[in-house]
Structures are given as C-alpha cells and as structure tokens.
C-alpha cells in the first residue's frame, strides 16, 4: 500500500510543488511527520485555481471598471441636532436591552508594522502607552458601565496568534473586563505563493500559511459557535471593527440608532477622502450592488471625479466600520465570499534553505463583498479626525506617531 510519504509526492508532483520536500533529508522523523500533516489542510486544486486568477487579473480589472458608479452615503454632521438625537436614543436603547455584540478582527499579519506578536498586543506609545486591545477594551467597558451590562465581545485571531492573544488578556485578567463575556475564534489560513505560483516554506518543516482575509469572519463565526452564543444571547445587530484604528468609537450608539432608523440589513462609516490620490479603499456601486473599489483597482479617469460642489464622486473611504444584522450573518455565512489577491512580503525559506524576503501572492476574502449579498446598506459618513487614526506602519503616514497625535488633540489620553 502506498504509504504517507509517496502519496504526498504524487499528489506535489501533480501540482508542480515538489520543492516541498527539498529538506526532508535534513528532518527528524516527527519533523516529516509534522510536515506531512499540514499537507492535509491543503486544497491543491483551488490553490491553482487561485493562482490562474492572480495571473489574469489585469484582464478582469478591465472588465469590472464599466460597473463602478458613485454611491449615495449620509453625511452625519448633515443631520440636525434633533436627528442626532433621535439616533442616539435609538442605539442606547438597544444597548441597554443587550441587542448589540462586537466583533474585532485582530486576525491580521501586520506585515507593515512588523510588531513581534498579535497586532492588538501592539502599545501605541507615548504618551498613551496602551495597546490596541487595551483601547478597545476601555471603550467598550465604559459603555458597558453606562448601559449596566457587559457587550458580548468577540475577537477573531488567526494562527499562532489565537494562544498568545488569550494568554495576553488572561495575564492582564482582561484588563477589568468580564471574562464570561469575552470569545475568540479562530479565522481559517491559506498557503502563501510565489509569484511563480509554488507554495513558499516558512521553515524547513512549515508550509508558509497566511490569514484568509477579514472576510473570513463569517463563516469562522459560524464554525466556532460564537455566532449560535450570539444568538443565544439574543443579540439583533452585530458591530464588526478592525483591531488598527486607534480612534473607532466601539459599539457606536449614534450609528446603531441611524442603521435602525434607515431600516437596512447593514450600515458602513466612512470618512472624506484626504485627497484624490490616497492609497484607500472607497464605497460605490458595482454592478448596482453597494461595494468598496480598492485604490490599485480604481481606473484614474474615475480618481479626480467630483460632483458640481467640487466634491469626489469616489470620496467615501472604507475605515472597516460596519453593523450588520445578525439574520443576514447566517445568510452570508452560507454564501460564501470570493478571494482578491494581495501582495505580501514574506519571510521563507529559499531553495538552498535561507532565509530570504520576498513578494508574494496571499488570498484574502473581504468583509464588505458581503454587501453583495444583502438587499439594504446604508452609508454613514462621519468626521475623520474623531473617528479614524489607522496604526499600519512603523513611522510615517498612518503610524503610531500619527494616530497618537490625533488622540492628544482630541484630548483622549
Ligand atoms: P489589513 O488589510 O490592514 O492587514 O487589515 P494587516 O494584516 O493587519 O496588516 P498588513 O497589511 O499585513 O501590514 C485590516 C484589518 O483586518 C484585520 C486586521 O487585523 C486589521 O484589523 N484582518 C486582516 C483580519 O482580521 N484577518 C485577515 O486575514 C486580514
């Protein structure tokens, strides 16, 4: 019978991905054994099909630019104080009835931060010197205190990082929160290809697998059962955010009140484009359906144009903010979302056993192609300079540095 060995070979000589095995006269036993395992996890058929995709990308660009068209998003400072109010009454409502659960997606590599550990483990430094989950987790105990219950609050992880970040909020006994009332999950991981298309190795043992995608959280919602405990909790809408935005206004009551009241399935924030050429991600219309075009796939006649007041007509920028009703996170979970390509560095081993950097192709599902399969979304704009201050690189735009600054301004140390 063949054995474990040779069906792995034949199946890597199938798909052109015997250097896999390049080191195993180098291995222990346990360490082939090890190496042998993950293969397991592996569909090479939908790796090649991925792959087929990244090459003839160009090609679908191409195609998708005739759907894009502007899309109509709410401007919050546009209501009136009334309004505002009547938004405000409505989400504290359902806070205080215990209808809102958080999801943070902390599952990210935070490639271009390079912080050693999870991103939300990442202190922000001087003079605030508390890490992303910490900021969080403030705000949302501080929402709990007033509407006198806990938010449940979930956090999606991703590999290695799933036991350290429960060890990081287990040494710090949740930083006050109530543990009951806190669930991570797992998102799901995908081998990492070369630009030739051959899987890259980690270690001389380790297939090199990435985190899914944001839009992974659905369906690990689903399979880790944090979405039956939500359900059991009676939970109606679900808040999802990203671990990096040092300024998001958790659990936001004024935006909850303004889904509600636009009865829609789900609603996303944005903030005003700093300027046509910011490397962002922006709302629109694709094939009439609401979508978010990312700035390497937005065609540049469509960059510049604005309307008659001189606004953007491609100005809403996606800060990864949105509220979905609990009812269609079943439905999306079901759907299923497509993979984008993106291009990563990486660390891995090369074919003489170095260690070397490279570009590589990762699969990422993303969470607002789930707009595509719900009837009603609304968009609300709100004002950038309290509510977005992204933490992605070391120094820069869009680092510590920044996002700390705009924390001082708005005198929230
Ligand atoms: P980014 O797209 O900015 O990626 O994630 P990143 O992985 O954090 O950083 P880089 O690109 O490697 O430097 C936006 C948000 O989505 C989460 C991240 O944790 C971040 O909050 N995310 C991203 C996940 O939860 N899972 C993923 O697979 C990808």
Redesign the pocket.
């Given at each position: 019978m063949e054995n474990k060995l040779d069906k792995v070979k034949r199946i890597l000589a199938q798909y052109k991905q015997l250097h896999l095995l390049d080191f195993v006269g180098a291995l222990t036993i346990e360490e082939i054994e090890n190496l042998l395992n993950q293969f397991e996890s592996i569909d090479f058929e939908k790796m090649r099909s991925l792959y087929q995709g990244s090459v003839s990308n160009g090609k679908e660009k191409l195609s998708n630019h005739r759907d894009i068209s502007p899309i109509h998003c709410d401007v919050l400072n546009n209501y009136n104080e009334l309004k505002q109010k009547k938004f405000l009454e409505i989400g504290e409502s359902v806070l205080g009835m215990g209808k809102i659960a958080v999801v943070?997606?902390?599952?990210?590599?935070?490639?271009?931060?390079g912080h050693k550990g999870p991103?939300?483990t990442f202190n922000i430094g001087y003079p605030i010197n508390k890490t992303l989950f910490q900021l969080q987790n403030e705000r949302l105990k501080s929402l709990s205190e007033k509407y006198k219950r806990w938010i449940p609050w979930y956090i999606?992880?991703?590999g290695e990082a799933h036991e350290d970040t429960i060890k990081y909020f287990e040494c710090n006994n949740y930083f006050g929160y109530e543990k009951r009332e806190v669930f991570f999950f797992q998102?799901g991981a995908l081998p990492m290809l070369s630009f030739d298309g051959k899987i890259l190795l980690k270690e001389k043992n380790e297939i090199y697998f990435?985190?899914?995608?944001?839009g992974?959280?659905f369906h690990s919602l689903k399979r880790s059962g944090a979405l039956e405990d939500m359900t059991n909790k009676g939970i109606e809408w679900v808040f999802f955010?990203?671990?990096?935005?040092a300024l998001v206004k958790m659990a936001d009551p004024i935006f909850v009140g303004y889904a509600i009241n636009s009865d829609v399935n789900a609603a996303s924030k944005s903030v005003p484009k700093k300027h046509p050429e910011e490397r962002a991600g922006v709302f629109c219309l694709k094939e009439s359906k609401p979508s978010i075009v990312e700035y390497s796939e937005i065609p540049e006649e469509l960059i510049r144009m604005s309307n008659a007041n001189g606004q953007l007509l491609f100005g809403d920028v996606n800060i990864?903010v949105h509220l979905f009703r609990i009812s269609e996170l079943h439905k999306i979970a079901e759907e299923g979302l497509p993979y984008h390509t993106?291009v990563?560095n990486a660390a891995c081993i090369d074919r003489n056993g170095k260690k070397v950097e490279v570009s590589s192709y990762k699969y990422?599902s993303f969470?607002f192609d789930a707009f595509k399969v719900l009837d009603r979304v609304a968009i609300l704009q709100v004002v950038r300079e309290m509510e977005f201050a992204?933490i992605?690189?070391k120094v820069g735009e869009d680092s510590p540095e920044t996002a700390v600054r705009q924390l001082i301004q708005l005198e929230r140390i």
């Open positions: 943070t997606m902390a599952g990210g590599q935070g490639t271009r931060l991103k939300g999606m992880t991703s998102q990435g985190p899914d995608g944001n992974s959280v955010t990203g671990i990096d935005n990864l993106v990563k990422e969470i992204p992605k690189n």
